[in-house]
């Protein structure tokens, strides 16, 4: 098909990147080259504002992204948000439960204004520390701010299932909780995932007479390769989303993204 008929949504981590965090050329410039002819390109990340701004910069994203795990899309042109689901209130209360039960769980707070972490544990300092994401570190949860987008949780001075049991059986109504990694767990809007959030996105931008395709590696892609007309697997993704997507292409490390752009022109 002709790029001006196409729209592509990418996962970030470990799909568009590599596993040194780097976007290759040959990912970037199979980008550059797909909008150059028509084509539309966006990322659905679990990344705040402030996570994914130098990445937006580099491969010249010009449409909306979807942030937070499809919790908020964003207009870096216009620097607003075009669109926000904030978790509810009772999730206050319930991460206070939390902190109580599990002394040694990182807390890791988004809302529109920044990133805000108590506790923060070695891994969560190497991430930050590696992207050079500015955050305030608080002492106590009290010290949080209002409006609360997406609640990120890290386990690795901790056993990870004893939270994911917890979770599961204590999740407070208008929530919803995913693994996004081996020691990161995220909660967010009952209703929200990536998968609502490309739909949304279509809707409000007109864009249902472009095919969508959406490429991602995990559990927070499922919905999103579900919802895509045409839905790509990397090599390295969870069997789960192998299965649901249409297509699987090579892994984030041998340029994943650029395979998929080439597939689509033969669709």
């Known amino acids: 098909m002709n790029p001006n008929q196409l729209m592509l949504v990418s996962d970030m981590d470990d799909t568009l990147f590599d596993s040194r965090k780097h976007i290759s050329d ?4 199979a980008i550059w080259e797909f909008q150059k002819k028509g084509g539309l390109f966006t990322v659905a990340t679990g990344r705040s504002i402030t996570g994914l701004r130098p990445y937006q910069q580099m491969i010249n994203i010009q449409m909306p992204v979807i942030l937070y795990n499809g919790s908020c899309i964003y207009d870096y042109q216009k620097r607003q948000m075009v669109w926000v689901k ?5 999730i206050k209360a319930y991460v206070k439960e939390l902190a109580l039960e ?26 930050v520390k590696r992207e050079r994401l500015p955050y305030t570190e608080v002492q ?18 901790m056993n990870p299932e004893a939270l994911d049991d917890c979770l599961g059986a204590t999740i407070p109504e208008g929530c919803r909780w995913l693994a996004t990694g081996v020691y990161s767990r995220e909660i967010v809007a009952s209703e929200v995932s990536k998968g609502s959030a490309v739909l949304r996105y279509r809707k409000l931008f007109g864009l249902s007479d472009r095919k969508l395709c959406c490429i991602g590696d995990h559990n927070n892609d499922y919905e999103m390769i579900q919802a895509a007309d045409v839905g790509f697997a990397v090599g390295n993704a969870l069997e ?28």
């Open 240 to 267: 789960c989303i192998k299965d649901k997507a249409d297509f699987i292409v090579s892994d984030n490390d041998h340029d994943a993204v650029a395979e998929a752009i080439e597939r689509m022109k033969q669709l």
């Open 140 to 157: 106590e949860l009290e010290e949080f701010p209002e409006n609360w987008i997406k609640a990120e949780l890290t386990t690795d001075l």
């Open 26 to 29: 040959r990912n970037r410039n």
């Open 102 to 127: 599990f002394p040694n769980l990182g807390i890791q707070i988004m809302t529109e204004s920044g990133i805000y972490t108590c506790r923060p544990t070695p891994i969560y300092v190497q991430f």
């Open 86 to 90: 904030q978790l509810p209130e009772c």
